[in-house]
């Protein structure tokens, strides 16, 4: 007993006293548990934020860490992995990191809907078996290979399979979450390499329960058909006798009530109940999670709910853990000499070989256009979590050794690694339109309809833009207002962002939602105003990657036929009236929009237009200023000043601005034009041609017939100024005014010496600035200009459908 003792560590207590009781707490289990919990999480996800710029998914960055806190870095150091990764502190973290992979694949289930699969056209089905069935035939002559080389003494039919999986899957989350960050899931590529994807998916878990069953330590050759058939009738058990009791659960869940704590505590315990049962099986705990996941009903809010209850906490703490768990097996020094490094080389082209080329052939025969047939072949080739299960599962059944292991694993990167920025370079599908007329709010026609797309980021901004689309109706009839309400979102990292990328995108395109029974409060917000006033409002949710999301602002407002695009300031009021960044990345995206719009665009700086609620149209009383200067974008804010005091509660009120006669109102200062992206648009310097001057001066006398029309809500004052010093202190008289039009880049100096919202302009940056206003809000509106709009977004082709409905 002494000696079994010694040679065997005692279990680690769970807490410790404290270090004032002279207790280290890297000696418990409980604090040293949280210490590598905390240590995995920062440094992955440091990872993950060096990764952004290469648009690659998290998962990456997740295996990398892993990686690199082993000992093929900096767990090279025996003094580092005995303190925070001792031998006698994995089994814990491994059993951590094994619950939350059970509920992370539980999640995976519940992504996969098997009716879709059922549904799986030829072309998918085709496109799966082929990036099957060739890598997995690449992958067993890979493996005669290996055990002549680095896996000498490995056991051949295990081995075989085990290779042949490891080069045959296709990662359906990472693949999923590449071709949203694309804004390709919703288009016909990004359906074919889902579709693919999930039967691939299905028939890997197939393969591995086959390869489990093959590895058992049983001499006995009937031990793998009984391990077969025990799992097929555990399936069978949860489709007839566990799928009816959450069906039932799901229907008692209705949509709108909280769904009960009871319900989610037997889901869960049934997941955790199945995976024992798959374990005592002999098919590995995950298949019972996964195998829940698949069942579940996913329609309602049920599914939706347990999503929210787990998601956050399974993916964001515990899942980091699994691949430093792997990472802590991972030993890259292991591959020595040129021998192993041509295996990796060889597992490597194999591995991308086999699912490149047969998905391009079998795509290609099935007349898919070559360049998407690349794409195919490429996304196809995403490898990912499941990956490393198989691998690891290869590794603690003794089926893969060290050097065999660290090889899997670095193709499984480098795979993974190449797949976003090839498919980024060899397809962008591109985006057509029909052309379309009326880009502007000035137009030969003022009774034609006008088309608005107002983009909000928050709740926040929701009764601003009511008080305002109802300011814009003016007397006109129904139908001649068109407003699309688009809600902005950032696609987050959470698997359940796939689902709503889903719900929110068709044909690679935003999706309008048409349906009344929408439960979003934003869009309920917009379809209430709608059947109270005569305005037609359509709502929507854009969903992607801040740094693409104008691309999505763009080509909806051209799809959607608008004159102008509605964007909220990136900073908003505080209580005490200055005014607080709601962070670069939202700056970057008015800029952007203004560089790419193809049409006018207004930028509200929102400071309470209307208080902070819907005003009733009878109670509408609002004073509206423009102060004109001249150019393009004041003559678009003129138009639409004039439009809205059509409406009898506005009073509009005009400023235009008059140098001494032979002087500009520039006064001697250099005029420069903002451009936001000038290697995308051509930069529209500003100047004081003649064109402008009669275009001004026409404008100004329909202005002013309008007027003598309508005197009671129509108001002008002409104003001499003679320096800036001059237009400053008049627009200062204006900072009462409820809102105030002004054109982005008229043709004057500068007013003030720096600012940190070049893309306002020179009045627009002045009145945005705290010490203006803490009352007025500001638009600042500039009109869309053919002659800069170089590189659009969207090409304009006259044989196009519209997509404008």
């Not at 001792?86 to 094994?98: E, F, Q």
């Not at 009871?262 to 996964?290: E, K, N, P, Q, R």
Request: charged share 15%.
């Amino acid at each position: 007993m002494a000696t079994l003792n010694a040679s065997c560590p005692a279990p680690m207590k769970a807490t410790s006293n404290g270090a004032f009781q002279h207790e280290n707490p890297l000696d418990y289990a409980l604090p040293l548990l949280i210490l590598q919990i905390c240590l995995v999480v920062t440094f992955t996800r440091f990872i993950a934020f060096l990764c952004t710029p290469l648009r690659q998914p998290r998962v990456i960055a997740e295996i990398i860490g892993g990686i690199l806190l082993g000992p093929s870095a900096i767990g090279r150091s025996e003094k580092f992995l005995n303190t925070v990764f001792p031998k006698k502190s994995i089994t814990v973290l491994d059993t951590i990191a094994n619950i939350g992979l059970l509920f992370f694949l539980f999640l995976v289930g519940l992504e996969l809907d098997m009716r879709a699969i059922r549904r799986t056209g030829h072309k998918a089905l085709g496109i799966a078996l082929s990036g099957i069935t060739v890598p997995f035939v690449l992958g067993i002559g890979t493996s005669f290979a290996l055990r002549a080389t680095v896996s000498k003494g490995a056991e051949p039919v295990p081995f075989l399979v085990f290779m042949g999986v490891a080069l045959s899957i296709t990662a359906f989350p990472v693949l999923a979450r590449i071709l949203a960050e694309l804004k390709l899931l919703t288009t016909d590529v990004g359906r074919l390499a889902m579709s693919a994807a999930a039967v691939n998916d299905v028939a890997a878990w197939i393969l591995l329960a086959l390869a489990i069953a093959l590895t058992g330590s049983n001499a006995s050759p009937y031990v793998p058909i009984w391990v077969l058939l025990s799992g097929a009738a555990f399936i069978l058990f949860a489709v007839f006798a566990i799928r009816p009791l959450l069906v039932a659960m799901a229907n008692r869940s209705p949509e709108g009530e909280p769904v009960k704590e009871l319900y989610i505590c037997i889901t869960l315990t049934i997941v955790l109940a199945c995976s024992f049962a798959t374990d005592t099986i002999g098919i590995h705990a995950l298949f019972g999670a996964f195998v829940v996941g698949t069942i579940m009903p996913k329609e309602g809010s049920f599914s939706r709910v347990l999503i929210e209850k787990i998601e956050d906490l399974v993916s964001g703490l515990f899942l980091p853990l699994y691949f430093v768990s792997s990472g802590l097996k991972t030993n890259v020094t292991t591959i020595k000499g040129g021998l192993s490094w041509a295996m990796l080389v060889l597992v490597i082209f194999n591995a991308c070989f086999g699912k490149i080329i047969g998905t391009i052939v079998v795509s290609l025969i099935c007349k898919i256009p070559s360049r998407e047939a690349l794409a195919l072949g490429f996304l196809m080739n995403t490898k990912g979590l499941v990956e490393l299960i198989v691998l690891n599962i290869g590794k603690d059944r003794k089926v893969l050794n060290d050097q065999a292991f660290a090889i899997c694993v670095l193709m499984a990167l480098f795979t993974t690694f190449i797949t976003t920025p090839i498919v980024m370079a060899v397809y962008k599908p591109a985006r057509r339109g029909a052309p379309y007329k009326h880009k502007t709010i000035q137009r030969k026609a003022p009774d034609s309809e006008l088309r608005m797309l107002a983009c909000f980021h928050t709740s926040r901004n929701i009764p601003t833009l009511i008080n305002l689309i109802e300011s814009s109706r003016g007397i006109r009839k129904r139908g001649k207002l068109c407003i699309y309400a688009m809600h902005l979102m950032e696609l987050s990292e959470r698997s359940s962002a796939i689902t709503m990328v889903h719900k929110a995108r068709k044909n690679g395109m935003p999706f309008w939602n048409k349906k009344e029974d929408d439960k979003d409060q934003m869009v309920i917000a917009f379809q209430t105003y709608e059947k109270l006033s005569s305005v037609n409002v359509r709502s929507m949710t854009a969903i992607s990657a801040l740094s693409s999301i104008h691309e999505d602002i763009c080509t909806s407002a051209h799809q959607k036929r608008a004159a102008m695009i509605i964007l909220p300031f990136h900073k908003h009021q505080r209580m005490d009236g200055s005014m607080e960044s709601l962070g670069h990345q939202f700056q970057v995206i008015n800029q952007l929009v203004l560089s790419h719009a193809p049409c006018s665009v207004g930028i509200l700086v929102d400071r309470g237009f209307g208080g902070t609620s819907q005003v009733q149209a009878s109670d509408v009383s609002y004073k509206i200023v423009v102060p004109f200067f001249g150019g393009r974008d004041d003559r678009e804010a003129l138009c639409y000043g004039m439009r809205m005091a059509e409406h009898p509660g506005i009073l509009l009120n005009v400023v235009k601005f008059v140098p001494p006669p032979g002087k500009s109102l520039a006064f001697g200062a250099k005029l420069v034009g903002v451009s936001s992206n000038e290697d995308k648009k051509a930069i529209d310097v500003v100047g004081d041609s003649v064109d402008d001057k009669q275009q001004d001066d026409q404008l100004w006398s329909e202005f002013l017939n309008a007027c003598s029309n309508n005197q009671e809500s129509m108001k002008h004052v002409q104003k001499l100024v003679e320096s800036k010093g001059d237009i400053e202190a008049a627009l200062q008289e204006m900072n009462k005014s409820n809102l105030i039009l002004v054109g982005r880049m008229p043709a004057i100096p500068p007013l003030v010496s720096r600012s940190d919202c070049p893309e306002l302009g020179p009045v627009g940056s002045y009145m945005a600035s705290s010490g203006f206003s803490s009352v007025t809000s500001i638009m600042v509106i500039q009109q869309y200009n053919p002659s800069t709009d170089i590189h659009p977004l969207v090409m304009e082709e006259s044989d196009y459908p519209d997509m404008s409905n």
